[in-house]
């Protein structure tokens, strides 16, 4: 597996992950493994946590010293190589990017199946109705850039 192959937010979090290997604990507060679509990244991520639980910072060597799967290092190793020309880049402005993308995909993935189940008239009037208060109101917080309140 290639990882241009790879989901784009799946392989920045791998480049993250190999290059700002102290960074896993915020990682780890924020991002759970079935946010990540490919399984080889949630393998790597999930090593990544146990090395990080076990007192160890994940990098790259360690982790390919904890692999056995040749394609699954190989998969490293070209992540290594493509996170080498972003390596001056802020890391918690990549994490702040990479969370506001997976927040805009689970947004996104809500109001898919709100939108389907309106149209297979799934849900009774009132519940119809707070679905598409809640619909407008997502989309509105997204067209003037703030963030989602509670309550």
């Not at 146990?50 to 056995?68: K, S, V, W, Y």
């Not at 699954?72 to 493509?82: A, K, S, T």
Request: include cysteine.
């Amino acid at each position: 597996l290639a990882p241009s192959r790879l989901p784009a937010w799946d392989r920045e979090l791998l480049e993250i992950v190999l290059y700002h290997g102290d960074m896993i604990d915020a990682l780890l507060e924020q991002i759970d493994s079935g946010d990540i679509e490919s399984p080889a990244v949630r393998q790597v991520y999930e090593l990544a946590a146990e090395l990080f639980h076990n007192g160890t910072t994940p990098n790259l060597d360690r982790l390919m010293l904890a692999i056995d799967d040749p394609a699954l290092q190989n998969v490293l190793v070209e992540c290594d190589e493509e996170g080498q020309h972003k390596h001056e880049s802020d890391p918690r402005q990549r994490v702040r990017d990479l969370l506001a993308d997976r927040d805009r995909r689970h947004t996104e993935a809500r109001h898919r199946m709100t939108l389907a189940e309106l149209k297979t008239n799934q849900l009774d009037p009132e519940q119809a109705d707070r679905a598409l208060v809640a619909l407008f109101d997502d989309l509105k917080r997204r067209q003037t850039g703030s963030a989602p309140t509670d309550g």
